[in-house]
């Protein structure tokens, strides 16, 4: 049953949850569980799959890393802490994506912490024996070396957007990418697909929240965006990339 907020209806949505590897539509994106035949059969012993409430941790930064942690369905967060308990969201990611790519490593530890945003199911893997999947599939093996040179790439992205951008092109590239990634769009109109804090906002950004919350006023000003709440549609995530690169 929908429930009322600020007198307001939210419906409360819960993802497919997927029961059977092998109907499942994410395989390919995934790339961990792409496989076939006695591959598949194998990945099927030696995964099981954990359902989540929103807002529940699926592990925290330091722990030992218990085996590979893949989302299939939902929405979580990664986020840093420093020695000084500041904390930063570092990633959002969706279905088919492997939480933390350097858990391949021996004895790695969790860099980040792993929070739901929705409710969500995420497979865990065991290493090991995964590893030995891996050994018998040379194909496997440079589809996952694709998929860790690629987050290199946007771990050297994220590097530049720190670096050398200002406040206005980081929060406009932030808008932009969470629009193409999580978006839902309508004629030329994305509606982000998230409805974040503008503090999450703001430590996804690297910027205060008192800029975040100007910025959006710009930009809602300039007729970039319109905000409702936490909502945000983008009116024009063109201008907004443009902006980004700059």
């Known amino acids: 049953m929908p429930c009322r907020h600020n007198d307001r209806q939210v419906v409360k949505r819960k993802p497919c949850l997927i029961e059977n590897c092998d109907t499942c ?11 076939e035949g006695d591959d598949l059969a194998e990945f099927r012993k030696i995964k099981h799959s954990l359902d989540y409430e929103p807002h529940q941790t699926v592990f925290y930064e330091g722990h030992v890393c218990l085996g590979l942690y893949l989302l ?21 990611l969706g279905p088919g994506e492997l939480i933390e790519k350097h858990a391949f ?6 860099e980040v912490t792993c929070e739901t945003l ?9 290493k090991a024996r995964y590893l030995d999947v891996i050994h018998r599939n040379p194909q ?8 860790l040179s690629k987050e290199l ?14 406040a206005r092109e980081r929060l406009a590239g932030l808008l932009f990418e969470l629009g193409n990634r999580f978006g839902i769009k309508s004629a030329d109109q994305v509606q982000v697909g998230l409805t974040l804090k503008r ?6 950004a690297g910027i205060t929240v008192e800029t975040a919350i100007r910025l959006l006023s710009v930009f809602r000003d300039e007729g970039l965006l319109t905000i409702d709440g936490r909502a945000i549609t983008l009116l024009n995530p063109d201008r907004l990339a443009r902006i980004a690169r700059h």
């Open 25 to 35: 539509a994410l395989r390919v994106k995934a790339v961990l569980c792409d496989l």
């Open 72 to 92: 299939c369905t939902g929405k979580v967060k990664l986020t840093r802490s420093s020695a000084r308990g500041q904390r930063q969201i570092v990633r959002i």
């Open 105 to 110: 490593g021996e004895r790695a530890l969790h």
């Open 118 to 126: 929705e409710p969500s199911q995420v497979c865990v893997i065991d």
């Open 140 to 147: 496997l093996a440079i589809k996952l070396i694709q998929l």
């Open 153 to 166: 790439g946007v771990n050297m992205d994220q590097l530049d957007q720190f670096t050398f951008k200002t």
């Open 199 to 204: 503090e999450e906002m703001a430590e996804m």
